[in-house]
């Protein structure tokens, strides 16, 4: 989502970086810089809610700035860092241990470890990439061998 927002244009993705207040003034008294960031945030908002299922809608519908969504989101999906955190150690300890079992398909366990790996990486942590090949490879079967 955040590439989406984006690619439609940086402002957008300012607009929830960067809390807006709503001015209290009426819209003749709008300087054109508050009538573009006002402009920002309202896309903003109108993207994240087309992306949304009713039921989630229906969750941030009372937000007024795009950050607001954006948190209220993240909070929902991710979790708080008090989450994050044990989730983070939990997916490590299974990368540190990673194994392929000899009955276990290597396609599904390449998948399998791709995920893991994508999942560490969106908690904020990454692992180089060409570690983690050997990583994936030493946890490979002695059946194997040949493969590596």
């Not at 927002?5 to 940086?10: K, P, V």
């Not at 990368?95 to 893991?116: G, M, N, Q, S």
């Not at 990583?135 to 490979?140: A, E, N, P, T």
């Amino acid at each position: 989502m955040k590439f989406y927002i984006r690619a439609q244009g940086r402002h957008l993705w300012d607009a929830i970086e960067n809390d807006y207040t709503l001015p209290n003034k009426s819209l003749k008294e709008y300087t054109a810089e508050e009538i573009k960031i006002e402009l920002s945030n309202d896309q903003a908002v109108n993207h994240l809610f087309c992306a949304l299922s009713e039921n989630e809608f229906n969750r941030v519908s009372a937000c007024q700035t795009a950050k607001e969504v954006w948190e209220k989101l993240e909070v929902h999906y991710e979790g708080t860092q008090q989450v994050k955190n044990p989730k983070l150690r939990i997916l490590e300890e299974h990368y540190e241990t990673f194994r392929v079992e000899p009955h276990e398909d290597i396609a599904t366990a390449i998948t399998w470890f791709t995920k893991l790996l994508n999942e560490i990486k969106n908690l904020g942590k990454h692992y180089d990439q060409e570690n983690s090949v050997y990583k994936f490879l030493r946890g490979l079967p002695k059946e194997c061998d040949t493969k590596k």
